[in-house]
């Protein structure tokens, strides 16, 4: 059983590695010639933060949260701007399900849906809580330093290290999750990770909140292997802002500030897969 667990799951990662490859190719030029012109464009949106963040954060990578948590920190952008960015951004997500035919339907009303749910809190929250949360920073070095790392290494090699680490994420979930439908089974994994009730959101909310990459291939793995619904992987996408979350806890002097920017992310991603939940 071992070891037609793992030839399978060999192939289905191999497959996906050259569409992986290409994929972060283009994401890794288009990240490293393209920041200062988004930089520039979030600095000076104004009202229209909010949409402009949520359009710009769906491109399937991390350095848009990041931009964005340096620029809240320097007091540039609203805190709806930042919030649209951190739940619009899908980091690997999209990339994974372009690797796997069957989902690519889905594709589009991910996305639609994740940027509708970023505009709309984006705005409510700035409508709402902007006096509460904006107040005068000092913007921190993090992101610069973090973009002068990725020009270092070059656009080739930055795009094979990162197809190279989220191939070993890929391969070792992918690995335990066949392994545990083998044993269990699909219905009885999903009935574990409360299927079919209104908890589910929560717990996908919750590993949304790793910092790391390695949480939007866990939940797309999961939604793709039908032990999450659809709800639940919106519910952790929404809060899945990568290593973005990292660079707002660092770069933001107001740390208690920092805890509320992400508590406020979690509850929309919560009510958002909820919201789904009932309606699907």
């Known amino acids: 059983m071992i070891i037609d667990i793992l030839a399978d799951t ?3 990662c191999l497959k996906m590695l050259p569409y992986l490859f290409a994929a972060f190719l283009l994401l890794e030029a288009l990240e490293q010639y393209s ?5 520039k464009v979030l600095s000076k ?3 229209a933060g909010p949409m402009v963040g949520a ?12 931009m964005a948590a340096n620029l809240y920190a320097g007091g540039v952008i609203s805190v709806g701007t930042l919030l649209s960015v951190f739940i619009a951004t899908s980091d690997e997500a999209i990339l994974i399900m372009l690797g796997n035919p069957g989902a690519l339907a889905d594709i ?7 940027v509708a749910v970023a505009v709309f809190s984006g705005y409510l929250v700035d409508l709402l809580l902007a006096d509460k949360l904006s107040v005068p920073k000092e913007s921190g070095k993090l992101c610069r330093q973090w973009a002068d790392q990725k020009e270092e290494k070059g656009v080739i090699k930055a795009a094979w290290e990162h197809t190279a680490r989220i191939f070993v994420y890929l391969f ?7 392994l545990c439908v083998e044993i269990f089974g699909v219905g ?9 009730s209104i ?6 909310a919750m590993i949304g909140l790793i910092p790391n990459c390695a949480a939007s291939v866990i939940l797309t793995q999961l939604y793709l292997g039908g032990a999450v619904s659809f709800a639940s992987v919106i519910a952790g996408l929404c809060t899945g802002a990568g290593i973005g979350l990292v660079v707002l806890c660092k770069v933001n002097q107001d740390r208690q500030e920092s805890v509320r920017v992400i508590g406020i992310l979690f509850v929309i991603g919560v009510t958002a897969g909820l919201f789904l939940e009932l309606l699907m």
């Open 10 to 12: 060999s192939t289905d």
């Open 35 to 39: 920041n200062t012109f988004t930089e």
């Open 45 to 47: 949106v104004g009202k």
């Open 55 to 66: 359009l710009l954060g769906c491109v399937p990578q991390c350095g848009f949260s990041i």
């Open 108 to 114: 589009g009303f991910l996305v639609a849906v994740k």
């Open 172 to 178: 070792v979930f992918t690995g335990v999750l066949n």
């Open 188 to 196: 009885r994994l999903s009935a574990f990770l409360l299927g079919d």
């Open 199 to 204: 908890f589910q959101p929560v717990i996908a």
